[in-house]
């Protein structure tokens, strides 16, 4: 008999959080045709509190990886504010922006080409070591057979090359190597969408492990709501570059309140055929380089009305919890204050 | 009843998850199957060992040496026959090995290795805000290096420099390096926006290490093969500057013979000719074949199901 | 009981790899049936993928070997036919759709005139009639400004988009089978239903059998008549998509569901991993290839390999390949 989990609200944090996100916005040029600017990430807000997860939600075009990748100060912002332990990590000085890189690591999608190719296992777990001046050198080796056994793997792997490695092994290496430099966040952008089912929900038990042992909070990408229930502690929706409902995860998949939101939920295949996915959805998310004006839903929205085509929806609190961290956050006309 | 037909099929996958080895051992397997490696390998070999004799001293010595009459024939003292001033042919093509090799060595490694690192550099700092003129500056260079015709150029640089002994190689370095550097540059602009290369950013590492550890190595199979192909032109172009008498000047090349045996040939005597251009052919044909092996072998796009 | 339209008795694939022969796909044996959906699942490594491209008899090159008894389309066996004759086959009665459709559409040519090609060359209309069946076509799939994609090129289109029309190129001449291989793994959720939906249907009115691959067990659940579970190169469980959900007989597949997320709005069901990893298939166990994960294999699982037989009662319709299978309702969920 599968564990089964009863949802419990996560703890009331009173600290203040661990990454905070205000107001981002990340511009990118486009070459080519008529050029122009594509806003991929276009105001977006979120906290996440150490020790949790938070899961981001969207499909393609939504820009969640953009938002990872300047969260890193991969891609620079071009508005609005990252702040990690409440300091603006774009106006970091070059020594604090090195001690915040240790704090924040990346774990990519395609564990193939997330691991150099020519630089074997060894190499390429000692090289954040090396880089972060971890440790004494002749210790190094032996923090990478360990970052490896925390994952599950043999230290034989050291020897291989990524190819020699199964999908799932990459991911579990692509893991150690994130956790090498001891962070506080983790930023795990599709992780697990191209592992097998199998090797996936040995990965999800990994990230549960990892959080509950070690404490390490998460920002979880992904596009499968189904993953996410089985990690998240508060949940985050984005279309088209906006963040359109940030809630707890009991109450996202109970009481999901944005349209969009409760669209996706009901378009996961099921495993179960006698469950019926009806084609709520219609028609195709419109391009990110002419964002719809007023909602960016507004042209798919099954509920739209007159004012969605005009008025861009402010943030609305639909519930009243002691703690930040339990709010439930929708970006919707139908739920205005 | 027929027999079950068999079809065959490509290589399965792509990503064959336990292959034991550094991912050259799958070219190299493909490689060692391939007919035309193998007999392209085995001239290259064996004109390697010859050019070895020659550099040791034990073949070729004679080459300046007029030993024997005017346009002697086929002799057991002299090979191939003597040329217009009595020189044996045999060890004039000999020795002209080494100077072949000299010339192919020098300008392919040189040339691929600036073209390696200019490329990376431009494709690197292509698109990189604030940095753009980098990838610009060396575009540009390159343009205008390319726009100039070609032997015009190599003549013209190895007349300015004409009395150095490397001005023949600095002409072609000058101008060969262009291409592998557009094809480095192509390839590292696609390998920059890999998982792995965005890992090593996202701990801070420091562009240039990021371009030897990450981006240059996962280049060799291109930089190998651009190798093999400058090597050859770098002979033929020296065939070439040899007829416009600025190829070698204090020693002797099939380009040089051939030169020479323009004049010889009018008046019937066939032997200079045949003897270079028949080394130089074998010698063409052994690293064309090992260029050609070469790209097949490193040719990403296998056919997955 | 409706005609069989495709039948496949003994297909075996082998290719070298670095570490050997392996055996990719061993001696599989299935049967289409007229109009129905039939999923091959498996996760990636297992020869579903192959197993579709040796039906398809595509893509000669050295370093595969494909044998097999017979692959009967009709009345037609494929294992007998050159190329010439598999080229005509292909499109016209048999024809498959890919999963990324950017790269199987080519990009320096429109829509209408990619769509165009293959109507003419299997339907023999001239280059008018092609167009306007090509529109008809591209309508039917469910596109709604089909006029306006007739001019467009594939880089225009979106994702979905993109698959409709390789829906739509492939079922132009109606073929009797169609070969989906993940159509929809490269797709948004959202769009993924529409697009399944669209084909199920289009397979109904059109008469065409469909062999759907993925690796999604919800695609199978939403999609899929009955389905043939893979392991290693071989079929392990055979069953109509209800009694494979609700009662699965195979411990592998009752490990699949064990793994597969579930979203719930009450209690979260955690999911499970299968204990273990796949074998390389040049070294495959001998006997039963999943008996080193199985929780329930014994001595005999490891020497005997289990052959496919029916499951009590059901006749040929629920079949699996254990010595111990699970017999009573699983418990998956």
Not at chain 1, 194 to 207: C, F, G, H, P, T
Request: charged share 15%; net charge neutral.
């Amino acid at each position: 008999m599968p564990a089964t989990t009863h949802y419990r609200p996560p703890p009331m944090h009173t600290n203040p959080p661990l990454l905070s996100v205000r107001d981002l916005v990340v511009k990118y040029r486009v070459k080519g045709g008529r050029g122009g600017l594509l806003t991929a990430v276009n105001g977006v807000s979120f906290d996440i509190h150490a020790g949790s997860i938070f899961g981001l939600v969207g499909e393609s075009g939504s820009g969640k990886t953009s938002l990872a990748h300047s969260i890193m100060q991969l891609v620079q912002p071009c508005a609005g504010e990252v702040l990690f332990h409440g300091e603006n990590l774009a106006h970091m000085k070059q020594a604090s922006l090195q001690k915040t890189r240790r704090n924040i690591q990346l774990v990519f999608q395609d564990p193939l080409a997330s691991l150099s190719p020519r630089r074997s296992i060894a190499q390429t777990l000692i090289e954040p070591l090396d880089h972060f001046r971890i440790d004494v050198a002749g210790r190094r080796h032996a923090r990478a057979c360990r970052a490896l056994e925390t994952v599950g793997l043999e230290p034989d792997v050291l020897q291989r090359f990524p190819h020699e490695l199964s999908s799932g092994q990459r991911q579990r290496v692509a893991l150690a190597r994130a956790l090498l430099p001891e962070p506080e966040l983790i930023i795990a952008d599709e992780a697990v969408s191209s592992l097998d089912v199998s090797v996936q929900a040995r990965i999800i038990e990994l990230i549960l492990d990892l959080r509950q042992k070690r404490g390490i909070a998460f920002l979880f990408i992904a596009h499968d709501l189904a993953v996410i229930q089985q990690l998240a502690d508060r949940v985050g929706v984005m279309y088209l570059g906006k963040m359109i409902e940030i809630a707890p995860a009991h109450r996202l998949f109970r009481q999901a309140a944005h349209p969009y939101t409760r669209a996706l939920l009901e378009a996961v295949p099921v495993p179960d055929p006698a469950h019926a996915n009806p084609v709520v959805l219609q028609g195709e998310p419109p391009s990110a380089l002419t964002p719809p004006a007023g909602c960016v839903f507004h042209t798919r929205c099954p509920q739209v009305m007159e004012q969605c085509r005009v008025l861009e929806p402010l943030d609305s609190q639909i519930n009243d919890p002691g703690a930040k961290n339990t709010a439930h956050h929708v970006w919707c006309h139908l739920w205005k204050e | 009843m027929k027999s079950p037909r068999t079809l065959t099929l490509s290589t399965v996958f792509a990503n064959d998850p336990f292959e034991p080895g550094p991912k050259g051992s799958r070219a190299w397997y493909k490689l060692r199957q391939d007919k035309s490696f193998v007999l392209g390998l085995a001239i290259v070999a064996i004109f390697l060992f010859l050019t070895l004799a020659v550099f040791f001293g034990w073949l070729g010595q004679g080459w300046s040496v007029a030993s024997g009459g005017r346009w002697e024939p086929v002799s057991v003292n002299h090979w191939l026959g003597t040329n217009l001033l009595g020189q044996d042919i045999f060890q004039r093509a000999v020795f002209s090995l080494r100077t072949a090799f000299e010339i192919g060595l020098v300008v392919s490694l040189l040339s691929t290795l600036l073209g390696a690192l200019l490329g990376a550099l431009a494709g690197w700092y292509n698109g990189e805000p604030g940095r753009t003129w980098v990838d610009g500056g060396i575009l540009w260079f390159m343009g205008v290096l390319d726009s100039i015709p070609f032997y015009l150029f190599v003549a013209a640089v190895a007349y300015a420099l004409q009395g150095w002994p490397w001005a023949m190689h600095i002409a072609m370095v000058a101008t060969f390096w262009t291409t592998t550097g557009r094809l480095i540059r192509a390839e590292a602009m696609r390998i920059k926006s890999r998982e792995f290369v965005l890992s090593a950013r996202a701990i801070g590492l420091p562009a240039p290490l990021i371009l030897f550890r990450h981006v240059l190595p996962n280049t060799l199979h291109i930089l190998l093969v651009q190798a093999t192909i400058s090597f050859v032109a770098a002979i033929k172009t020296e065939v070439i500057l040899s007829f416009l008498g600025l190829g070698v000047q204090d020693s002797v090349s099939w380009g040089l013979m051939l030169a020479e045996s323009t004049q010889e040939v009018l008046a019937g005597h066939f032997n200079n000719f045949l003897a270079a251009s028949l080394m130089l052919f074998m010698l063409l044909l052994g690293f064309n074949l090992l260029a050609d092996a070469l790209q097949d072998a490193f040719d990403p796009r296998q056919a997955s199901l | 009981m409706s005609r069989t339209v495709l039948s496949v008795r003994n297909l075996s694939v082998s290719v070298q790899t670095g570490l050997g022969l392996a055996r990719v796909v061993d001696r599989l044996s299935f049967s289409l049936r007229d109009g129905e959906v039939l999923g091959l699942v498996g996760e990636s490594g297992c020869g579903k993928s192959i197993t579709a491209a040796a039906l398809m008899g595509l893509v000669p090159s050295p370093a595969g070997i494909v044998t097999a008894d017979q692959i009967m389309l009709g009345d037609k066996n494929l294992v007998q036919l050159d190329e010439a004759g598999l080229r005509r086959v292909r499109g016209s009665e048999i024809s498959m759709i890919f999963q990324e459709p950017l790269t199987a559409l080519d990009p320096v040519f429109s829509i209408g005139s990619q769509l165009s090609v293959v109507i003419r060359r299997h339907r023999g209309e001239n280059r008018h009639q092609a167009r306007r069946s090509s529109v008809e076509m591209l309508e039917r799939v469910g596109m709604a400004d089909a006029h306006r994609i007739m001019q467009s090129y594939p880089h225009q289109l979106s994702g979905g988009m993109r698959q409709r029309v390789m829906i739509a190129m492939a079922m132009a001449c109606r073929p009797r089978v169609l070969i989906a291989d993940e159509p929809t793994t490269a797709l948004d959720v959202t769009t993924q239903a529409q697009v399944l939906e669209q084909l199920s249907e289009l397979g109904q009115s059109f008469g065409t059998a469909i062999l759907l691959i993925t690796h999604d067990l919800g695609v199978v659940a939403q999609a899929c008549d009955r389905a043939l579970i893979m392991y290693c190169g071989r079929i392990v469980e055979e069953a109509p998509v209800e009694a494979l959900f609700t009662a699965p007989t195979h411990p592998y597949t009752a490990g699949l569901l064990a793994a597969v997320p579930r979203i719930s709005s009450s209690q979260v069901q955690r999911v499970q991993a299968i204990p273990g990893l796949v074998p390389h298939p040049a070294a495959l166990p001998d006997g039963c290839h999943f008996a080193d994960r199985c929780p329930r294999a014994d001595s005999q699982c490891r020497t005997l390999t289990p052959r496919m037989q029916a499951v009590d009662g059901q006749k040929s319709i629920h079949r699996h390949a254990c010595h111990h299978p699970l017999s009573s309702p699983s418990h998956a969920h």
